[in-house]
């Protein structure tokens, strides 16, 4: 392999890892509710700090509680079960 061949390898892989870090980062922040910007990892935070309603959620993060009437609420109840079972086993 020729210096010019292992250097475009070494650039096209640094480019794939910044890719690859955008892309964590970006699923780290997704976004459950739209309308009050409440990123998942917030929701999954006041699960594990107590919050194991979904009543007890939205008074917490504010989540489910915007203007629409609460759309993201379907996203929100399958991750407190998600939890809620995973805590069991
Ligand atoms: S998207 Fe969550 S209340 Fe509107």
Redesign the pocket.
């Known amino acids: 392999m020729s210096d010019q061949s292992k250097k475009q390898g070494i650039q096209a892989n640094t480019s794939q890892n910044k890719t690859f870090s955008k892309m964590n980062k970006k699923s780290q922040k997704e976004i459950?509710?739209?309308?009050?910007q409440?990123p998942k990892d917030e929701i999954v935070k006041a699960m594990q700090e107590g919050a194991c309603t979904l009543n007890e959620i939205y008074d917490k993060t504010t989540?489910?509680?915007?203007?629409?009437?609460?759309?993201?609420?379907r996203k929100i109840a399958p991750l407190l079960e998600e939890f809620l079972k995973s805590k069991k086993l």
């Open positions: 459950i509710c739209f309308c009050n409440i989540a489910g509680v915007g203007p629409c009437g609460g759309s993201c609420r």
